[in-house]
């Protein structure tokens, strides 16, 4: 900011002003879009920014000229003190309008932000990620370039910022309770070894940690959001931008004919709520649109081959099937879990979530073994599934 000096002065004002008008919450559109969009490349140019200032003060030299009451201008003009005198240091200056500037451009970013419509349709946690790099962004100067650059990363990245989401949601569901998942064995790349993959379940899943007490009449905020971010996922993968019968409205709705056990539907999925424990059991209405996830958190996490590789008929077969082995799966588990009859306290499970890099390597290779030992037995060959 070292070019400012006693014509930028007045900007301040009109900056104070502009700030004003601008609200904490909402979307920016119309003539104050525009103002604010003008305003800050105004302020990113420091010619135009001296020129503008030469005009301001100009006119205010006119109207103290013909101004027929000195003293009532001369008591305005101290009854506004964001407009700094001419006569000001130049120091005093510089720091008022350098933080007039930087509120105004955060704000013009921003602005730019909501306008995309961009975060609406984000899960929660995507909206932090996006909000951290969008510090990075708001320290740009707020120039034409950088606009259009700032839009054409979020069109490069929202396929990534897609995938993240659903995966997000996917592991949401996989994370606090075992039975929201099957397992089948993971594509052999060059690179590692196999390990098993994951598959949410079609037919139910549960989710903890939403309890509420008799008093309530809805849930807290925390699981509207995460009810929220379900929508919006499931619409992603349906292709469409929103769910017609939302989640949250329903429990909105209903909620006291949920208290007392009655399962009702959204787009996407029919719930039951138990207050008591806190869990809210999910069934989905589409098995198209469960598999859809798996396949993509699949291929992103590559239990599944890439796209362009042909996989044997022996692997499609075992995953599409994962949920009519687990049962069987987890009894070869528990045999391989036991030493002399007694169980052992190592849980592969919890292994290859939570543990370890040697936890998670010895819980992988028990689960694989277990997992190809039911493979052999309904005659598909483990080393023939890629």
């Not at 100067?141 to 910022?161: A, M, R, S």
């Amino acid at each position: 900011m070292s070019f400012l000096d006693h014509r930028v002065a007045p900007l301040v004002a009109t900056i104070d002003d502009l700030l004003g008008k601008i609200p904490n919450r909402g979307s920016i559109e119309g003539s104050l879009l525009q103002e604010i969009l003008a305003t800050a490349m105004l302020l990113a140019d420091p010619d135009k920014t001296r020129r503008h200032g030469e005009g301001l003060l100009a006119a205010q030299a006119l109207t103290l000229e013909t101004d027929v009451d000195a003293e009532e201008t001369l008591d305005q003009a101290e009854a506004e003190p964001s407009v700094l005198p001419a006569s000001a240091p130049v120091i005093a200056v510089k720091r008022t309008l350098f933080k007039r500037y930087h509120d105004l451009k955060n704000r013009a970013w921003v602005s730019i932000l909501r306008s995309t419509q961009v975060t609406s349709r984000l899960s929660s946690a995507a909206q932090k990620r996006l909000e951290s790099d969008f510090e990075t962004v708001k320290s740009l100067e707020f120039t034409v370039p950088n606009i259009y650059g700032f839009l054409q990363g979020i069109i490069d990245q929202q396929g990534e910022i897609q995938l993240s989401m659903v995966c997000d949601v996917f592991d949401l569901i996989t994370r606090y309770y075992s039975d929201n998942a099957v397992f089948y064995m993971g594509w052999k790349s060059n690179d590692k070894h196999r390990t098993l993959g994951m598959r949410i379940k079609t037919t139910r899943f549960i989710l903890p940690g939403h309890g509420s007490s008799s008093y309530q009449n809805g849930l807290n905020w925390e699981s509207e959001r995460l009810l929220a971010d379900f929508d919006k996922v499931f619409a992603l993968l349906d292709g469409k931008t929103e769910a017609e019968v939302s989640l949250v409205s329903v429990f909105r709705q209903h909620f006291h004919a949920l208290r007392v056990g009655k399962r009702i539907g959204g787009s996407y999925f029919d719930v039951r709520y138990y207050p008591g424990v806190g869990t809210i059991h999910f069934f989905p209405k589409s098995k198209t649109l469960i598999d859809r996830m798996n396949r993509w958190v699949g291929r992103q996490r590559r239990w599944l081959p890439p796209v362009d590789i042909q996989a044997g008929k022996g692997f499609w077969h075992q995953f599409e099937q994962a949920e009519a082995f687990d049962k069987a799966f987890h009894t070869e588990v528990n045999k391989q879990c036991k030493c002399d009859g007694r169980p052992l306290r190592f849980d592969p499970f919890w292994a290859i979530k939570h543990g370890g890099e040697s936890e998670r390597e010895r819980g992988h290779g028990l689960l694989t073994q277990a997992m190809s030992t039911v493979l052999v037995s309904r005659g598909i060959d483990p080393d023939a599934v890629y």
